[in-house]
Nanobody, 125 residues
Framework: QLQLVESGGGLVQPGGSLRLSCAASGFTLDNYNIGWFRQAPGKEREGVSCISRGGITNYADPVKGRFTISRDNAKNTVYLQMNSLKPEDTAVYYC???????????????????WGQGTQVTVSS
């Protein structure tokens, strides 16, 4: 069974950091582009970042310079390092896998076939 599991969320003060993990089981992540998404209460889901199979990355404007996406194919895991967190980063964060996009390009607007269950990130003092 193909499955993605996010972890690493929690409560952090403004200015703090968290690292989210997206671990795959039942399939090999390095065959997929991976995206991170988030959904805050009362808001639509939005794309945060993505990384292609070839390591190309993209970031949404609100997180540029603060978040870093990376992948460790040996561990079958993708990470989202989040620094300088702000209250507006509070949301449930999801990772997803896209099997069709090019190796050297990614977009959070692509069609993602597999989704994790999400992990809550709360930024508050």
């Amino acid at each position: 069974q193909l499955q993605l599991v996010e972890s690493g969320g929690g409560l952090v003060q403004p200015g703090g950091s968290l690292r989210l993990s997206c671990a795959a089981s039942g399939f090999t992540l390095d065959n997929y582009n991976i995206g991170w998404f988030r959904q805050a209460p009362g808001k639509e889901r939005e794309g945060v970042s993505c990384i292609s199979r070839g390591g190309i990355t993209n970031y949404a404007d609100p997180v540029k310079g603060r978040f870093t996406i990376s992948r460790d194919n040996a561990k079958n895991t993708v990470y989202l390092q989040m620094n300088s967190l702000k209250p507006e980063d509070t949301a449930v964060y999801y990772c997803a896998a896209d099997p069709r996009s090019p190796r050297y390009g990614c977009s959070t607007n692509a069609k993602y076939d597999y989704w994790g269950q999400g992990t809550q990130v709360t930024v508050s003092s």
